[in-house]
């Protein structure tokens, strides 16, 4: 089945900075990946997502970029701010429509 | 719409304890699934579901039972009760193409389970 693997596992940047986080997947039928933020104690929210036909997509500050030959996607959060700060889940759909989700990165913006 | 409800928010609950994490949706998904965050870590997937009458099992399906007698409902059953299922159980719902999101995965709020 489908693993997720996602680096890096915390994350500390200065706010205006960019942040970068990464992602490999195992199932070359994956066609759809998420990501999601999660502040704490509250539930995961879809922040942008990408299908396997594109290769990038951007929304305001934040980009995901996807190379399937190398079945690898990522994060790229660009001018951050401290309400950047969450911990951010990669995931991946294959053809079994279930959503795998990487280990989660914690991601904190310095002032 | 209310989206995906989950009760109760809390629970406690003794080893060998059994019970049911009740789960709806309103937006006529047809997908639904049951994960366990516990601290500190990611999402796991328990059991899922594409329909009505169709689930099948995820990373960690051991001790937990589900069923999906109509679209709207999704119960997750936990057997017998162990201090390993201490966690935050989050059901969520998905249907295809439906807001221009290829799958847009709506998580419920959430419930807390410990197990002493």
């Known amino acids: 089945g489908e693993n997720v693997e996602q680096h890096p596992s915390t994350l500390s940047v200065q706010e205006g900075d960019s942040a970068v986080i990464k992602c490999t997947y195992s199932?070359?039928?994956?066609?759809?990946f998420p990501w999601y933020k999660q502040e704490l104690g509250k539930r995961p929210q879809l922040i942008i997502d990408i299908r396997s036909n594109v290769g990038e997509k951007k929304d305001q500050r934040i980009a995901v970029t996807l190379n399937k030959t190398a079945k690898h996607f990522s994060l790229h959060i660009t001018e951050t701010q401290p309400e950047d700060s969450a911990v951010y889940f990669c995931?991946?759909?294959?053809?079994?429509?279930?959503?795998?989700f990487g280990q989660g990165t914690r991601l904190t913006i310095n002032p | 719409n209310a989206g995906v409800t989950q009760t109760p928010k809390f629970q406690v609950l003794k080893t060998g304890q059994s019970m049911t994490l009740q789960c709806a949706q309103d937006?006529?998904?047809?997908?639904m699934s049951w994960y366990r965050q516990d601290p500190g870590m990611g999402l796991r997937l328990i059991h899922y579901s594409v329909g009505a009458g169709i689930t099948d099992q995820g990373e960690v399906p051991n001790g937990y039972n589900v069923s999906r007698s109509t679209t709207e409902d999704f119960p997750l059953r936990l057997l017998s009760a162990a201090p390993s299922q201490t966690s935050v159980y989050f059901c969520?719902?998905?249907?295809?193409?439906?807001?221009?999101?290829?799958?847009?995965?709506?998580f419920g709020p959430g419930t807390r389970l410990t197990v002493t």
């Open positions: 937006m006529n998904h047809e997908y």
């Open positions: 969520a719902s998905h249907g295809e193409g439906v807001t221009g999101h290829l799958y847009e995965q709506y």
């Open positions: 995931a991946a759909i294959g053809g079994a429509q279930k959503l795998v």
């Open positions: 199932d070359s039928a994956s066609n759809y």
